[in-house]
Structure formats: structure tokens, C-alpha cells
């Protein structure tokens, strides 16, 4: 077996001319790039974004989990969704556009939200989480499972015109339970939500990503940005760990 | 007391207000009795948000006091001046049986 890195090709050098010229990324951050995998726990309003902004950068590898058929009600956010699409499998839809952009992406995808028993399987497959599950239960599981694998997790939420995002290092910056250690409550299934808000989000998970995984520029690690494009404000707030957090509080 | 306080996401909505400064009575404050003290102001919708049904505040409830994070379930105390922010959780949405075969297939 070959667990040597790739080099980037002729066309991956073309292609990514322009963000290599960034300070601190360049060609090394690149090539990490191509060698590293993300799960992205739904490919919604926000994960639809992420999965694209990081096929489009070259990561090399995602693992997408996303249930469900593309319904009308979903084109106004869920950008790897088309019209034509309607009615089939979403997770088909997310694939056939990602790789209209970069064909050179490898993609394993499940026609699955997360569950306890999947997560395990599919946390193991990646180097990086992005979760955007709508449900709490969802990212519990998420959560849980990450850090018992110790693999990093950008955690981005919306509601309305607002959003949170923070990053995880397990075991060194808080955890989503040392946050939130029970389901909130008084929260429905439906929820207010234009494209735009859920799109800079995703735009901003996405760059977490690439910098955790390039080793460039100040992730949100024990911070959380909490942003409001109703008034355009953007809050960045220290975040603390749970001493006796029942997922983290251990190490 | 003056407390200045920040609400985002669902309070804000509830409150219709993004802060304002709140009057607490002269003597011991938390942030536990302020939380009270809002949900009586504001009624049922805040109440459901910040108390749960046994009468305690509810933990996921993310809580700032000057900028600094206190972890769920400590009721640290308040002085005059405080600012305290109060974030509840967001996503999109809940799953109202926590069934995990409904949740593997939902299409939300």
C-alpha cells in the first residue's frame, strides 16, 4: 500500500494558481489539501456550501451523509439541489454537482442522516467533521464520536438571520456537550432561513476547514463568532471547557 | 442593580429586543435570578426557553457574564454593571419523538 502523499498534477497547479499565492497556504497547504478527507454531516443550506467551497479549494476526499429527496421547498438555500433533480435522492444530486466542478474529487456518500450507529463508520473515514445537522440529536451523535475519535469538528448553526460557528479540537478546546450538555428546548422543526445566511456560514465552515486541515491563519478554536446579518454584527466570544463535560471531561 | 443584557437567536425574538438593562432589587443576584426574572417578564415563550419544568434554569443555555463563558449549570453571581449574554443553542430544527429510525431517513 502507498501512503505516500500526491503530488498535485499539472492541472490541480493551474487550478489552484490563485489561492496558492496566499500567505502561509501556498503549495504545501495546498498538496495537504488534496491529501486529506472531511465529513460533511448533511449537505443542506450550510453543508451544501461547505462540501462545494471545499470541492472547489481541492480537498481531496469528502464523505457526505445526507437523507432524502430534493423537495421545492429546499432550492432556496440547498445549493447542490437543481430543479431537475426533484423528487430523487438528494444525496445523488450533491455528488453528480460536486464533481461537475472538480471531477478529480473523491466522494463516498450515504443515503443516511447520522445516527449513533453510523457515525462511528463514518467518522472514521475522515480527517475533519463539518457538521451542519439541523437536529440536536444529530449533532450530539456527531459530537460524541468525534472526539472519541479525536478528530477535529467545525460546528456551524443558523436561525433566522442569525449564526454561530466554533471549532473543536478534542481534549483541548471545548466540546459541543461542554457547551450545550442537553437537547435545548422549545425548538421546532421548522425554522426561518434565507440561502444567503446559511450560504456565508457554510462559506465560513468551509475556511475553518482549510485552515485546520493547511495548518494556516487563527481557526475559531475555544471561540465561538456569533454573527447577526440583520444588523451585520459579528461577535467573537471565548468559549470554556466543562470540567466535568460527559463527553470531554474526561481527558 | 443595573444589568446590561444581550439576547441572540430565539430570545432576541421572544424579547424583540437584541439587549437592554435590566433592573434587579438591591441584594444577592446570580444569573440564575436574573434568568428568573426575565422569564416572569416576558411570559410563557421566555419561560419555556429558560426554565425547565423543574423550576431550574434550563443548561443548554449558552451564558456570558463580561465576555467570559460560564460553564452549564454554574449560577455565578451578579454586581452592578454586569453584562451578561445569553445565547440559546441554534440548528434547524428538533425531532419532537427522539426516534433514531425517523431521524435516519428525515427529510428536514
Redesign the interface.
Known sequence: MNNQPKKLILEELDTYEWQMWVPDFGQVGQEKLKNSSVMVSRCGGLGSVVAYELAAAGIGRLVLAHAGNVKHSDLNRQLLMTYDWLGKPRIESAKRRLLELNPRLEITTINENITPENAPKLVAEADLIVDCAPLFEERFAMNAEAVAQRKPIVECAMYDLEATITSITPGQTPCLACLIPEPPPAWKRQFPVFGAVSGTVGCMGAMEAIKIIAGFGKPLLGKMVCIDLRDMTFDTLDLARNPNCAVCGGF | MKIHVTY???L??ITKT?AETIHLPDGENTVNSLLFQIAEHYGE?AH??LV?PNQKT?????R?VN???????ANPKLGDGDSV?L??????????K?N?NQ??????
Not at chain 2, 465576555?67 to 449549570?73: E, S, Y
Open positions: 441572540t437567536g430565539q432576541k425574538a437584541a415563550l419555556m426557553m425547565g434550563h443548561r443548554a443555555l449558552i456570558f465576555n467570559t463563558q460560564i460553564t452549564p449549570g449574554t445565547i440559546p443553542p441554534i440548528s434547524g430544527g428538533v425531532n419532537p427522539g433514531w431521524i435516519l431517513t428525515m427529510e428536514c
